[in-house]
């Protein structure tokens, strides 16, 4: 009866969060006079392509869509290559005093700080150097995001493997950064994936610095041209919701690609700091 009773509450979670997502599915492939019907059409309705038509072939969210590829996907890379090596120092090398612990303190407290305060300082820089509605400058500003994030997840993931390993390396003739390329990173795989996936998913849905640091046509993220659609004389929900079916599929294809990491990386060493 308990087993019943766990597996009822389990679908009626799952029915609860899938919903928004099928009603934005929906909506993408209803016509315009299907989708204010009323009671709800939930099944009874002839689908359509003219949504996805129109917002990938007539407006411009496939640009968007590119532009935001190329951010999250630079910018995740980014942040993986400068935070791996500093937890790794972190975590393995040897700091006088309890210096290591402060700087890893400083590092998480940029964290700690609303994004909204970091704004105008962030506009101002970027206008001095000429990288206001530019891709490599969002990219820059979500490396920086995302860098103290990447910095606790794999050091609480180096702390999970054994000193041993890499000083047998070390023995062996390895040098430190050879025991980190070969050893080290191999072993922790399941960080790197469940850390890439976090990574993506904040720099492909983030809006606020895309909306104020691109406002041209040639650099606008998806999120910002999904919302340009409500303006005030119509609201676009057919198109809209095209693009949000589209635009959850990357991250999705991509977690799927590493969910045999990203299921042993979120439970190890994720939450240890």
């Given at each position: 009866?308990?087993?019943?009773?766990?597996?009822?509450?389990?679908?009626?979670?799952?029915?609860?969060?899938?919903?928004?997502?099928?009603?934005?599915?929906?909506?993408?492939?209803?016509?315009?006079?299907?989708?204010?019907?009323?009671?709800?059409?939930?099944?009874?309705?002839?689908?359509?392509?003219?949504?996805?038509?129109?917002?990938?072939?007539?407006?411009?969210?496939?640009?968007?869509?590119?532009?935001?590829?190329?951010?999250?996907?630079?910018?995740?890379?980014?942040?993986?290559?400068l935070g791996v090596p500093a937890a790794y120092g972190l975590a393995r090398l040897h700091w006088p005093g309890s210096l290591?612990?402060?700087?890893?303190?400083?590092?998480?407290?940029?964290?700690?700080?609303?994004p909204i305060v970091t704004i105008v300082p962030l506009f101002l820089m970027m206008r001095e150097l000429r990288l206001l509605n530019s891709l490599l400058g969002l990219a820059l500003v979500y490396?920086?995001?995302?860098?103290?994030?990447?910095?606790?997840?794999?050091?609480?993931?180096?702390?999970?493997?054994?000193?041993?390993?890499?000083?047998a390396a070390m023995v062996d003739g390895e040098s430190r950064l050879g025991a980190l390329l070969r050893v080290v990173l191999p072993l922790s795989r399941p960080g790197l994936a469940a850390t890439a996936?976090?990574?993506?998913?904040?720099?492909?849905?983030?809006?606020?610095?895309?909306?104020?640091l691109s406002q041209t046509a040639a650099s606008i993220t998806l999120p910002v041209g999904i919302a340009s659609r409500v303006t005030q004389y119509k609201i676009e929900w057919?198109?809209?919701?095209?693009a949000g079916v589209v635009a959850m599929l990357p991250v999705l294809i991509f977690a799927a690609a590493v969910q045999k990491h990203l299921v042993r990386g979120l439970s190890l060493g994720a939450v240890k700091g």
């Open positions: 009866m308990k087993a019943a009773a766990k597996y009822f509450v389990a679908c009626a979670a799952l029915a609860v969060s899938w919903a928004p997502i099928y009603w934005m599915v929906t909506i993408a492939l209803k016509r315009e006079i299907d989708q204010f019907a009323s009671p709800p059409l939930w099944f009874d309705f002839a689908p359509t392509w003219e949504h996805f038509h129109d917002a990938f072939f007539v407006r411009s969210f496939g640009r968007e869509m590119a532009n935001s590829a190329v951010i999250a996907g630079g910018s995740t890379l980014a942040a993986l290559l290591g612990e402060r700087v890893g303190f400083w590092i998480l407290s940029t964290r700690m700080l609303p490396t920086a995001f995302n860098l103290p994030f990447v910095v606790w997840m794999m050091r609480g993931f180096f702390d999970e493997i054994p000193r041993e390993l890499e000083e996936v976090f990574c993506l998913i904040v720099a492909w849905n983030e809006f606020l610095f895309a909306l104020i057919g198109s809209m919701s095209a």
